[in-house]
């Protein structure tokens, strides 16, 4: 069956240091993948898309990789601060749906 | 831009009540719709998705059911809801390959 896995339930930082997320898949072929950011209480907000033909997107203070052979995607945000705290989703596109994992809960700490 | 509007907001129903949850969206036509379960710490689950109107497909069996009566409108209802129904109910659209979240409701069933 397939499956989403993101490999910390919590990942805690200090602040000005980067943050490290992973998403690993298996049994899909995506299109494409995409990251969002959860805050408590509201839907997830979409921040990146990398295609399955990028290795690399980035955008600001964040990086998305997407190795097709590994079925695993890193998402990195750099100078982190503690506004960045939130839960972040990997997703996985198909032409009709899209499936998220469960999401790393990131606290940055002052 | 679009929006999204999803009510209630929150909603406390015993088990065994029914259930009716609707979904607008504004400054998009022909969308495809989307609703997602969020179980307390757990990832979004997909429930159903269209694609047009009258056009409904379920992803999980349950005592759930979807319909949308209007090119704008996706409705999410139950017959008789259990505890297992609770959870934070999100309704979403997509746009290329993003997908835009409405505000949610949370559900609790007591």
């Known amino acids: 069956s397939q499956k989403i896995e993101q490999n910390s339930e919590a990942l805690n930082i200090q602040e000005g240091k980067t943050a490290t997320l992973t998403c690993n898949y298996t049994?899909?072929?995506?299109?494409?993948l995409q990251w969002y950011r959860q805050d408590p209480g509201r839907g997830p907000v979409f921040l990146l898309l990398?295609?399955?033909?990028?290795k690399e997107k980035r955008k600001e203070r964040l990086k998305v990789t997407f190795d097709t052979t590994l079925k695993q995607s890193l998402f990195h945000i750099t100078a982190s601060q503690p506004a960045d705290s939130a839960t972040y989703l990997c997703?996985?596109?198909?032409?009709?749906?899209?499936?998220f994992g469960a999401g790393t809960r990131l606290t940055v700490k002052p | 831009s679009q929006t999204i509007h999803q009510w209630p907001a929150t909603l406390v129903q015993p088990v065994g009540s029914p259930l009716s949850l609707e979904c607008t969206v504004e400054?998009?036509?022909?969308?495809?719709l989307y609703w997602y379960r969020q179980a307390a710490g757990r990832g979004l689950q997909l429930l159903f998705y269209?694609?047009?109107?009258?056009?409904i497909s379920s992803e999980v069996p349950q005592n759930l059911s979807a319909s949308r009566p209007q090119d704008r409108q996706f409705i999410l209802s139950s017959k008789k809801l259990l505890l297992s129904d609770s959870g934070f109910y999100l309704c979403?659209?997509?746009?290329?390959?993003?997908?835009?979240f409405g505000p949610g409701t949370r559900l609790t069933v007591t």
């Open positions: 997703a996985l596109g198909g032409p009709n749906d899209m499936r």
């Open positions: 049994n899909y072929s995506p299109a494409y």
């Open positions: 990398i295609r399955e033909n990028e």
């Open positions: 400054g998009t036509s022909n969308p495809n």
């Open positions: 269209s694609v047009g109107i009258g056009q």
């Open positions: 979403a659209l997509r746009w290329g390959d993003e997908q835009y």
